[in-house]
């Protein structure tokens, strides 16, 4: 599997896996000595924390992720020649999620096999599409708590990163979502394309609700300003960063929704290799 460069669900419930950029030269040599390179090598997140008491942690295989502990639906990760294509729930069996991809890697499809609250056998699906540059651009998700098929559409800038998430209905565009601005470090998921992809469920089901802004998983770079549509009210947000290494070590995100303020704070803690 290549890593390539390509960020909320019940707020805490994400995930993040980063890696951190080369940085060249910095300059800073003793006097006659000949400049260094200096390089700092990838790495992958171990922690995400939560000031609301949540924390997600990743362990990795050969720089896979093989086991994410805080999802609702899975925690193992299985690979067939470094590709994702079984994802399981250890802790209840009859959970477990079947991957389709296309020949560049992508997940085009994501089958969920479990059990509803009554224990009857439940089946929902996410279809997803993509652009010749590999950015998800429509997703069909079967829902149960839908008569029909959902639909959403994702707009992007220059820089790859997503600007807007539609729904369409009865052939009608209506914007769920809307980023205004992003700063120039690198978003959480640049060097993780499937593992991004994959977490894109709860992007899409959160969007719906709208309760939060996880398009962190398909980003370039990291979201300063955004807007949320609920019906005919909107939500808006403006984070705050700090950065190690190019990337966000920590977030600071202010809401106002009806005028009533609040905020939220997430937290990062890596593993270099």
Same mark, same amino acid.
């Given at each position: ?36 390179? *200096? ?10 924390? #939560?000031?609301?008491g949540l924390k997600m942690t990743v362990a990795y295989e050969d720089?896979?992720?093989?086991? *994410?502990?805080?999802i609702q639906f899975f925690n193992k990760l299985r690979y067939k ?56 651009? =429509? ?16 707009? #992007?800038?220059?820089?790859?990163? *997503?600007? =807007? ?35 894109? #469920?709860?992007?899409a089901t959160t969007v719906i609700n709208g309760d939060a802004n ?60």
């Open positions: 599997m290549r890593f390539v460069k390509h960020l909320l669900i019940p707020a805490g419930m994400a995930f993040v896996l980063m890696a951190c950029k080369k940085v060249n030269d910095l300059g800073i040599r003793p006097i006659g000595e000949a400049a260094v390179e *200096v390089k700092i090598q990838e790495c992958d997140i171990r922690n995400v924390s #939560y000031s609301e720089r896979l992720p093989v086991e *994410v502990q805080g020649q470094d590709n994702l294509n079984e994802i399981e729930n250890t802790s209840d069996p009859s959970w477990k999620i079947d991957i389709e991809q296309d020949g560049r890697e992508n997940i085009t499809k994501m089958t969920f096999n479990g059990r509803d609250g009554a224990g009857r056998p439940l089946t929902q699906s996410y279809e997803m599409f993509y652009d010749s540059n590999d950015q998800l651009i =429509k997703m069909l998700l079967d829902l149960p708590v839908f008569w029909d098929i959902v639909e959403l559409t994702f707009e #992007y800038n220059a820089d790859g990163n *997503v600007t =807007k998430i539609n729904r369409v209905e009865n052939n009608t565009s209506v914007t769920l979502l809307e980023n205004l601005s992003f700063d120039e470090k690198n978003a959480p998921f640049v060097y993780q394309k499937q593992l991004g992809q994959l977490m894109s #469920y709860l992007l996880y398009t962190y998983f398909l980003n370039q770079n990291n979201v300063t300003r955004s807007i949320i549509t609920k019906g005919t009210d909107k939500m808006e947000l403006s984070a705050t960063y700090e950065y190690i290494n190019e990337f966000p070590s920590k977030a600071q995100i202010s809401k106002n929704y009806k005028d009533r303020l609040s905020s939220l704070t997430e937290t990062y803690a890596y593993n270099c290799q």
